[in-house]
C-alpha cells in the first residue's frame, strides 16, 4: 500500500512554533503530528511512503529517515516552490501511476478512518477518488462538502448533506489524465470540482465520525491534546512509545515530572517541578518549582526559571526568526504569544 503525506506548508496559524519548526513535526501527545498519520496508515498496511517538502524540510526528513527508513520505503519530493496538492502529486507521478489506487493524507491531521474501507468503497464503484469525510462540530466555521446518495455534488455549494472534508482521500492512479499541465494547482479547484460539474466521473465521500482533530491554530491544538490525552488515558488509543500514564497525565520515560501535574503531557528529557494543569510541555523543557501553568503550550528547550505563573499561553524560547513585531510577547529569552 502506499501513500503520500502533504507536508509542504508553513503552518502559519501555528505561529511563532513553525517559525523554527516544520508544523508535521510538532508534538502532539509525544509523538509528532506527521508520525501519528504514519502510524495510523502502517496498521493498514503502509508499505511505500511519499512526502512533500518545502518549510524546513531537513527536520523531516532526518526524523522519518531515523525512525522509519528501515521499515518503509520511503522517498521526498522537495518543492523549492510550493506546488499545491494536485502540482506536488504530479511531482511524483512516475512513483504512483502504475498503481491501481493510493491514499493521499494531511501530514497534520490526527484521524483514524478505517484505510482499508475507504479503500473498498473507492474501488466497488471505480470512482476518481473516496474522500472521508465527517459532520462537522456546532459552530464551526468550514467549506461545505455536498453529499447526496454517498456521492460528492460539489464543494462549497451542491445537493443533499453538507459534510466536513477530513483530509484524505484514496485517489485512482487515472488521476494523472485529470491533472493540469502545469506545476502549480489544486486537486479539488482544478480537478475534482471540473470532473463533477462536467459529470466525467465520480468522486465518493466516505462519512466516519471517529476520532480526529484538525491541529490548525493553538487554540484547536490544546483541544486536540486534551481528546487524544484522554482516549490514551482512558485505554481507547496506545500511548506513543517511550511514554506512559501517570494519574491523568502523560509522561515520557526520560523525563522527571512531580506530582503537581494533572491532565498534562511532558515530553522526552523535560524536567518539571512547578505545577502545570491542562497543559502541553514539548522535549528538553525546564519548568522550576515556583511556575505555574494552566493551558499552556510550552515548545522545546524553553527553560522557565523563577516565581512564574502563566495561563492560556504558548510560549516559545526567543528565536531571531520570530519578527520583533509579531504578536508575542517578549521576555528574556522567552517568547509568550496569548492562546
Known sequence: MKAMLLAAGY????????????????????????????EALRHAGLTDLIVNLHHLPEMIESYLVDRYGSELDIHFSLEPKILGTGGGLRKVRPLLERERDFFLVNADTIQ??????????????????????????PGDTFTAVWLEDGIITGFGRGRGEPLMFSGA?????????????????GIVDDVYEPVIEGQRDEVIGFVDDGLWFDIGTPQRYLSASRGMLEAI???KIAAPEGSGVRGTSLIHETAHAKKTIEKSTVGERSVVEGKAHDSAIWNDCRVDEGV????????????????????????????????????????????????
Open 292 to 339: 505555574t501553568l494552566e493551558s499552556c503550550i510550552i515548545a522545546n528547550r524553553v527553560e522557565m526559571r523563577g516565581e512564574l505563573r502563566y495561563t492560556n499561553s504558548l510560549i516559545v524560547r526567543d528565536d531571531p526568526l520570530i519578527p520583533r513585531d509579531s504578536t508575542c510577547r517578549f521576555e528574556p529569552g522567552l517568547a509568550v504569544f496569548p492562546i
Open 11 to 38: 503552518g502559519t496559524r501555528l505561529r511563532p512554533v513553525t517559525y523554527t519548526m516544520p508544523k508535521p513535526m510538532v508534538p502532539l501527545c509525544n509523538r509528532p503530528l506527521i508520525a501519528w498519520a504514519i
Open 169 to 185: 482521500h484514496c485517489i485512482s492512479s487515472r488521476i494523472f489524465r485529470c491533472l493540469p499541465e502545469r506545476d502549480f494547482s
Open 112 to 137: 483514524f478512518p478505517d484505510w482499508q474501507s475507504l479503500r473498498r468503497a473507492r474501488f466497488e464503484r471505480d470512482a476518481l477518488a473516496a474522500l472521508t469525510l465527517r459532520h462537522p462540530p
Open 233 to 235: 488515558v482512558g485505554g
